[in-house]
């Protein structure tokens, strides 16, 4: 059974830093592209950054050079590193897995999903 379990969201000031992470099992985890989402209430769920099993990125563009992400496949752990939070990134954080081979941002091709955390960023 596939388990992916986020954390590590939580409320900050503009210009803090997070870091979140999503513990999976159940999966051959080095063998999957992984991905964070994220849902602003009102809004579309959109794909952020997302990691291919070669680990090769893609970010969106309004958060390239503030978030990384990175896989620890000793671990079945990814992780997303946030710094100058904005208010606009307030959202939940969704952790996603898909059985595909390169980075994607289509959420359409991800197969299994996380509850969420969430990230509230106050100005």
């Known amino acids: 059974q596939v388990r992916v379990v986020e954390s590590g969201g939580g409320s900050v000031q503009a210009g803090g830093s997070l870091r979140l992470s999503c513990e999976t099992s159940?999966?051959?985890?080095?063998?999957?592209?992984m991905a964070w989402f994220r849902q602003a209430p009102g809004k579309e769920r959109d794909g952020v950054a997302s990691?291919?099993?070669?680990?090769?990125?893609t970010y969106r563009d309004s958060v390239k050079g503030r978030f990384t992400i990175a896989r620890d496949n000793g671990k079945n752990t990814l992780y997303l590193e946030i710094n100058n939070l904005k208010p606009e990134d307030t959202a939940m954080y969704y952790c996603?897995?898909?059985?595909?081979?390169?980075?994607?941002?289509?959420?359409?091709?991800?197969?299994?999903w996380g509850q969420g955390t969430q990230v509230t960023v106050s100005s």
């Open positions: 996603a897995v898909a059985n595909w081979n390169n980075a994607a941002l289509q959420s359409d091709l991800y197969s299994y």
């Open positions: 159940g999966f051959t985890f080095r063998m999957y592209t």
């Open positions: 990691i291919g099993r070669n680990n090769v990125t």
